[in-house]
């Protein structure tokens, strides 16, 4: 047997190939699902250039505005040509404010406008009673990627810091401010940030999302500032005067009212200005895109922005995303694939009702319960049957009939907000999709209790029809597993059969849970890995849905006659194949909820008996766990 199966299992598989990989220059890594963006990319950028030279051949609907969008994106002589004026209105309307009277008396506008305030308001599914809308209200962000950031001993956050200022600086100067009048604004921005950082949660406290469910009165809502009217601006927006209103992040809510003060103001003034002035770059002349971007590339250890031409695609296909996703799934994705990877799902639905019948640590009452949500589980396949109804409304405005890219998006996108205002009070469509079909990823919504896995990320390696089944179950099987586990890891576990948090759990049970979580959270914390350490406790609940759809897709796979646990568990490490900067390494492990691709990879299989039996591990390798240290929840 292999030496380097027993010593690392990544390795062993992807060794090869991260000899060779290179990291694209405009990307923060290459792997499994960066190859099959990438691929997705250029497949469809070269559709949007056929449709730009022929006309005639795109298809009716809405294909047609985003093929417009696409091109005013990609017009850089003309966004050369208008350089920083596009955004001037914007900029003045910020400029043109004397004090808070004047921000407060056009606040419902500024909202519907896309304009930064010190807090973000929204509608959503009310988190207890999930079949209908209600409004939110959240903190600002930060400028830098976590609350951690700011800490003395941080090693990036002053650094971090300078770049963002010297950044900003330039594009306020490249905006027609002189230089000192770019670094104040710059300072007061930075200053009015430093007011924020202490009353908002850091990654780890935001990743159990039970703590955003805070119920309060209109009253309530309206008294935590005194300077900002929050009761008219909640009336004006959705029709109504709420009777509660979930507030987020309740410390930094009840901090407002001594952050948003007259004294403020000329900090909150020019933090608004930096807001904007950063916000549009994206959508300006190429010397500004690129300006823009210099943090952001800095974060991420990124050497080159993204071609002005790839650049104009993202933008199109941001924009109209699920537009261009249901054209993609329906070319692509084929009947025959849909049925079986559907086949494949509720395959993982019956071993997991098998397993949860047969749980020896839960109640009967908790395993029923368990049971009925399992059975309740939404699944959408390839590509939804409908996009959103606001689609309807992207009416390209051409450079013909006088339109610029900025018109455009700022029309688009206070659509898209009008139309979230709209659906207070009103129930969720439970099948409307949240991700484009496009997009290489998939996911498990637990207010909708659905799991959703879009076409672009059912194919090599995760999935093929020319590959053995073996192979399929340890890639998208095991995916598909992972998303019904999250229905069961520490956050979806809160949440009932209809989405609502309800605890449906035994007291005992609910006990017994924790401590195995407890388990997965001290099985990964502290693992040395980019010159940092992973957060056991930010990482678990993806942890845990790993854990359950790993062991899961094994049981499945054991079941075919043809059964390979080589090339079940090889693909499971070939899917998380990754080459990645070491400073976007690093602020993935500050912010991101999952754990680095190499650890998913190595340390579940450590969990898997039926992974010691077929390559010999033995105690003095290192991929061994003693038995009593492997973590089995579901």
């Not at 959408?380 to 409304?393: L, N, Q, T």
Request: proline share 4%.
């Amino acid at each position: 047997m292999t030496s380097l199966q027993k010593q690392d299992f990544y390795e062993y598989v992807n060794g090869d190939w991260l000899k060779t990989a290179e990291i694209p220059a405009d990307k923060p890594a290459t792997g499994g699902f960066q190859d099959l963006v990438d691929g997705i990319d250029e497949q469809l950028m070269a559709e949007f250039d056929h449709f730009v030279a022929h006309p005639e051949t795109i298809p009716a609907g809405r294909m047609q505005d985003a093929i417009a969008y696409y091109q005013l994106a990609n017009d850089y002589e003309m966004r050369d040509k208008l350089g920083a004026t596009p955004i001037q209105p914007l900029l003045d309307r910020v400029a043109s404010l004397s004090n808070l009277a004047d921000l407060d008396g056009q606040l419902a506008d500024w909202v519907l406008s896309g304009l930064p305030l010190p807090f973000a308001v929204e509608v959503d599914q009310d988190m207890k009673n999930t079949k209908f809308n209600t409004f939110f209200a959240a903190p600002a962000g930060t400028i830098l990627p976590d609350k951690t950031y700011y800490e003395a001993d941080h090693p990036q956050g002053q650094n971090l810091m300078e770049v963002f200022s010297e950044m900003t600086v330039q594009v306020l100067n490249k905006m027609g401010y002189e230089i000192a009048e770019a670094k104040k604004i710059m300072a007061d921005a930075q200053a009015f940030d430093a007011l924020i950082v202490p009353h908002v949660r850091s990654s780890e406290e935001n990743a159990d999302y039970s703590k955003n469910y805070n119920p309060r009165s209109f009253g309530e809502f309206r008294a935590y500032s005194s300077q900002l009217d929050l009761g008219k601006l909640t009336e004006t927006l959705v029709g109504t005067q709420p009777e509660k209103i979930i507030i987020t992040e309740p410390e930094y809510f009840k901090a407002l009212d001594s952050i948003v003060t007259p004294e403020n103001f000329v900090l909150l003034k020019h933090w608004l200005l930096m807001q904007v002035a950063l916000g549009y770059t994206g959508y300006l002349s190429e010397e500004l895109r690129q300006l823009g971007g210099t943090y952001g590339r800095y974060l991420s250890g990124i050497t080159e922005a993204k071609a002005p031409k790839k650049a104009a695609f993202y933008l199109a296909n941001g924009r109209f995303s699920q537009v261009v996703g249901s054209y993609y799934g329906r070319k692509y994705f084929g009947p025959k694939a849909k049925a079986d990877v559907e086949h494949m799902v509720h395959t993982m639905i019956r071993i997991y009702q098998e397993r949860l019948e047969k749980n020896t640590w839960l109640s009967y009452e908790t395993r029923q319960k368990a049971i009925t949500k399992l059975n309740t589980l939404g699944i959408h396949v390839g590509y939804p049957e409908k996009i959103p109804a606001y689609y309807d409304k992207f009416i390209t405005k051409t450079k013909e009939a006088g339109g610029t890219l900025i018109e455009n998006a700022l029309a688009f996108s206070r659509i898209v907000r009008e139309d979230n205002f709209s659906k207070y009070g009103q129930e969720k469509d439970r099948d409307e999709w949240e991700m484009s079909a496009a997009t290489v990823n998939a996911y498990y919504h637990p207010f909708l209790n659905v799991i959703v896995f879009p076409a672009a990320i059912l194919q090599a390696p995760f999935y093929n029809l020319e590959q053995s089944a073996s192979a399929n179950y340890g890639g998208i099987g095991a995916v598909i597993a992972h998303e019904i586990s999250h229905a069961f890891d520490n956050n979806g576990a809160k949440f009932d059969e209809f989405g609502n948090m309800n605890n449906w759990w035994t007291e005992a049970d609910l006990r017994h849970f924790e401590e195995l979580s407890k388990g997965m959270i001290a099985e990964f914390d502290g693992i040395e890995f980019a010159s940092g350490k992973v957060n056991g406790t930010l990482t678990v609940s993806e942890n845990i849905a790993d854990a359950g759809g790993l062991s899961c897709a094994l049981a499945a796979a054991k079941r075919d006659g043809d059964v390979s646990l080589d090339d079940f568990f090889t693909n499971w490490a070939k899917i998380w194949r990754t080459k990645a900067r070491e400073q976007y390494q690093q602020l993935l492990l500050a912010i991101d909820v999952h754990a680095p691709a190499k650890l998913r990879a190595n340390v579940q299989l450590a969990n898997i008996d039926d992974f010691y039996s077929t390559y010999q591990i033995e105690p003095t390798d290192k991929m061994y766990l003693p038995p009593e240290k492997r973590v089995h929840i579901w």
